[in-house]
C-alpha cells in the first residue's frame, strides 16, 4: 500500500483538496443543491449528508478512509474563487489487484466546462504514476450520459454491464483504463 499525503492538488482551474470537516457547511449546500440529480447517482452520500451534522460525520469517515488507503476522496474547488464545486473519489482500492474505482460529481452550473475532465485527468496521473495503480473503472448509471461522455473523453472504455439499481430500474456499466493504455 502506498501512502498519500493529505495535499491539495492544483490544476490550471481547480484545487483537489483533500476532505476537512473545515468545509461541511460547504459540502452540504453542495449536496442540496444538486440534490436531484444525485438521487440515482449517489445514493448513499445523499443518505449519509442529510444534516450538516452527518454531513460532518461523513466527511470524518471519508478521512479515516484516507487514513486506512481505503479511498482518496477529494473536495474540488474553483481556483477563482475558491468555491466548492464537486468531489472526486479514488475508491474501492484493491491494492492486491492494483486496481481502484472512480467516482465524481459537479454542481450542475459548472458542467461542460472541461472542469471534470480537468480533475479526473489529475486522478488518472495520480493513480498511474504516484499510486502504482494497473486499471481504474468508474461505474456510470446508463441515463447519466454526461459522465459517460466524461469518462469516455478520458479515455475510459465501455467494459460491459454492471448490475442494475432497485430506483428506475436502471443499469450501471463499467467503464475502465489501464495503466498501459493510459501512459502509452
Known amino acids: 500500500m502506498i ?10 482551474r481547480l484545487n483537489l483538496q483533500p476532505y476537512q470537516v473545515l468545509y461541511a457547511l460547504d459540502f452540504f449546500t453542495l449536496i442540496r443543491k444538486n440534490e436531484n440529480r444525485l438521487v440515482e447517482y449517489f445514493p448513499k452520500t445523499l443518505e449519509a449528508t442529510q444534516t450538516l451534522n452527518d454531513t460532518k460525520d461523513c466527511i470524518q469517515e471519508k478521512i479515516f478512509d484516507w487514513n486506512k488507503k481505503k479511498s482518496f476522496a ?38 461542460n466546462q472541461g472542469l471534470m475532465s480537468e480533475a479526473i485527468q489529475c486522478l488518472l496521473q495520480l493513480c498511474f504514476k504516484i499510486l502504482k495503480l494497473e486499471n481504474v473503472t468508474a461505474q456510470i448509471v446508463n441515463d447519466n450520459t454526461t459522465s459517460i461522455k466524461v469518462a469516455q473523453k478520458n479515455g475510459l472504455q465501455y467494459e460491459g454491464a454492471f448490475y442494475h439499481t432497485t430506483q428506475n430500474n436502471n443499469h450501471i456499466s463499467r467503464y475502465g483504463i489501464s495503466k498501459e493504455v493510459y501512459l502509452g
Do not use: C
Open 3 to 12: 501512502s498519500l499525503p493529505r495535499n491539495t492538488i492544483t490544476t490550471a
Open 74 to 111: 477529494f473536495m474540488i474547488f474553483l481556483k477563482e474563487d475558491n468555491s466548492l464545486i464537486g468531489h472526486i473519489n479514488i475508491k474501492d482500492i484493491d491494492w492486491k489487484k492494483r486496481s481502484a474505482e472512480l467516482s465524481y460529481f459537479i454542481d450542475e452550473t459548472h458542467e
